[in-house]
């Protein structure tokens, strides 16, 4: 089994501890214990994780496993992601990232390590994340004093702050709100799947995927940061181009909004005793998760590390998701009811949108894994094809590539389709087979000339045609979906051989054995059915003709009678 390995930081007053106690206690609000226990507790499928938990300083109580970290002087090269969650301001000198932490972090991402980075409002966490590429200006970092080109971040206290608390259960808006189980609605972005003129098949970004629809939840809060796409993407940083060119492109990759948030405008914010906190806010809606696709970047011989952003890390802490005292937050009273987070009973009804939010938490780290660490991905396949769920299903009797027929390809797809929209969510197909077929060296040629028609989530996104679409038995080739379930079949029916033909080995990693041989066979196995599927397009081709052909007979028959 693979493992995917981690190094969560965080610095300031972060920490690491989740209280048995709900509320937690004050001094641990800050803390990401239960964000972290979330992950540990996953079934992680494709792969076992490996958690450090690091901190910039060393307070007392941190609950860190690396403290006083330097990113310079600490081996990256051991950790598959980095996700920071940065509290220090800019003004704090002492604690920024040097020259040398940053060309660190920047060599990680460039060997293709994930980066994931949040701060909040004004200047929090800038201390640490603005000068990493990517990271710097996919998010506002500064407030005071922002160099030129750098947008200023949202106030934490006027009227144009970003202020996301939802209405609790009662008639007014508090800052206790963000401790109850009531959660903001954000907008995440839907990506052309494939369709027609009628029906469109739609998916969020892989971030936002989850086996019980889209993720359309976040944690609320008084006053977030913001995400967004830099306006000029023609910067270099650290003597290289930030946002290199697409292959076999002069259009540079940008970075992408995948969801915007909303305030609601036209409340202010109160303390539980009534007492105004902050003032009514102005309606608008903001960058809330950014995303770097930078596996589509080949720099040297190596694809570049993704880039995840957040507005605020309350989306992540304990106050927002466990409660907190309330007393010592707001200067009000304790409230019961709002110091829960989302372990309050949920009321008759209410949905629970902590059970998707853990969705967001978990889709962070499947998407930031490297590029070159694509065979966790067999590792699902292998999980499908030896689970009952296959076998009570499908029965599969070839041991040659050969001899399978174009009618199983597709019934095997169908039934993966199924498979893993349940486990993972519809987008995970798209996700998981362009992943394979692109890192697998003899079939990057096919998913080369196939990825427009079959990515979602590519650059410059297809839209559907406009006008009447053909009958469908007048179409003249295959629809996306056709060529999508044709190259998941044959990933399954890949996957399936490998299981069959390495059967009774004593091999000690038999996994590792069935992903080599799995490589060897999936370009086979695609040659035979991409063949195949040819030869049965033409055969329809030739029947779709004499049918319009009787058509156009018929026709002329009764215009002749009428």
Same mark, same amino acid.
């Given at each position: =089994?693979?493992? $995917?390995?981690?190094? +969560? ?26 964000? $972290? ?55 704090? $000198? ?6 040398? %932490? ?7 991402? @460039?060997?293709? *390590? ?8 004004? @200047? ?13 200006? =996919? ?108 292959? *076999? ?18 409340? !202010? ?12 806010? !102005? ?5 809330? +998760? ?6 589509? +970047? ?8 993704? $880039? &995840? ?23 009000? *009273? ?30 962070? #780290? ?25 076998? %009570?299903?499908?029965?599969? /009797? ?9 009618? +199983? ?15 993972h969510g519809a987008c995970s197909v798209p996700l998981f087979v362009g992943v394979l077929w692109r890192e697998i060296q003899p079939l990057r040629p ?33 629809? /996306?979906?056709?060529? =999508? ?6 990933? &399954? ?7 069959? %033909? ?40 030739? %029947? ?6 009787? =058509? @156009?007979?018929?026709?002329? #028959? ?5």
């Amino acid at each position: =089994m693979h493992t $995917v390995r981690i190094l +969560i930081v965080t610095d300031g007053g972060g920490g690491y501890q989740r209280p048995t106690a709900i509320p937690p206690p004050g001094n641990t609000a800050f803390h990401l214990g239960e964000f $972290v226990q979330v992950l540990q507790d996953t079934d992680w499928v494709g792969f076992n994780l490996q958690i450090t938990k690091a901190h910039r300083r060393n307070p007392a109580g941190a609950g860190a496993d690396v403290v006083d970290l330097r990113f310079d002087t600490h081996d990256l090269s051991q950790y598959d992601e980095i996700l920071l969650f940065a509290i220090e301001r800019d003004d704090m $000198v002492s604690n920024r990232a040097t020259a040398a %932490e940053v060309q660190a972090i920047s060599n990680f991402m @460039d060997a293709g *390590g994930g980066v994931f980075a949040t701060g909040d409002h004004e @200047d929090l966490g800038a201390g640490l994340c603005r000068e990493i590429p990517r990271v710097r200006n =996919m998010r506002r970092w500064y407030y005071d004093t922002a160099p030129a080109g750098f947008p200023v971040a949202p106030s934490g206290s006027s009227a144009d702050r970003h202020d996301t608390t939802r209405q609790g259960f009662d008639a007014f808006y508090q800052f206790s709100d963000q401790s109850d189980t009531i959660a903001q609605e954000i907008t995440p972005r839907l990506y052309f799947g494939g369709g027609n003129r009628y029906f469109h098949w739609r998916y969020p970004h892989p971030l936002l995927c989850s086996p019980h629809g889209v993720v359309r939840h976040l944690p609320d809060h008084p006053h977030e940061g913001q995400c967004e796409v830099p306006a000029n993407l023609g910067l270099t940083v650290l003597g290289q181009d930030e946002y290199p060119v697409l292959p *076999g492109s002069s259009t540079r990759l940008a970075p992408e909004l995948v969801a915007t948030g909303r305030v609601i405008g036209g409340h !202010n914010l109160l303390n539980n005793s009534g007492g105004e906190f902050k003032p009514t806010v !102005n309606e608008k809606t903001f960058g809330v +998760i950014g995303a770097y696709d930078g596996h589509r +970047i080949v720099r040297g011989s190596t694809r570049l590390g993704r $880039v &995840v952003v957040d507005a605020t890390w309350h989306h992540f802490f304990n106050v927002n998701l466990m409660g907190a005292q309330t007393a010592g937050v707001d200067g009000s *009273g304790g409230d019961f009811v709002k110091e829960r987070g989302f372990y309050a009973p949920l009321n008759p009804g209410q949905a629970d949108h902590y059970r998707m939010i853990k969705h967001y938490f978990r889709n962070i #780290v499947y998407w930031l894994i490297p590029a070159g660490r694509y065979r966790w991905i067999f590792d699902i396949f292998d999980r499908f094809v030896a689970s009952p769920f296959f076998y %009570e299903e499908f029965r599969f /009797p070839f041991r040659d590539h050969a001899h399978i027929p174009i009618r +199983i390809h597709f019934a095997l797809a169908q039934l993966a389709e199924q498979y893993f929209a349940s486990v993972h969510g519809a987008c995970s197909v798209p996700l998981f087979v362009g992943v394979l077929w692109r890192e697998i060296q003899p079939l990057r040629p096919i998913w080369d000339k196939l990825q427009p028609l079959l990515d979602p989530w590519q650059p410059e996104l297809p839209q559907p045609k406009p006008g009447p679409d053909p009958l469908p038995w007048a179409s003249s080739g295959p629809t /996306p979906q056709d060529l =999508m379930r044709l190259l998941l079949g044959v990933t &399954v029916a890949s996957a399936v051989l490998a299981q069959r %033909e390495l059967e009774g080995s004593k091999a000690k990693d038999i996994t590792a054995k069935r992903a080599e041989l799995f490589e060897k066979l999936l370009p086979k196995v695609a040659d035979h059915a991409i063949g195949e599927f040819r030869e049965a397009l033409k055969a329809q081709k030739k %029947e779709h003709s004499q049918y319009l052909e009787e =058509m @156009d007979a018929l026709v002329g #028959v009764a215009g002749k009678r009428g």
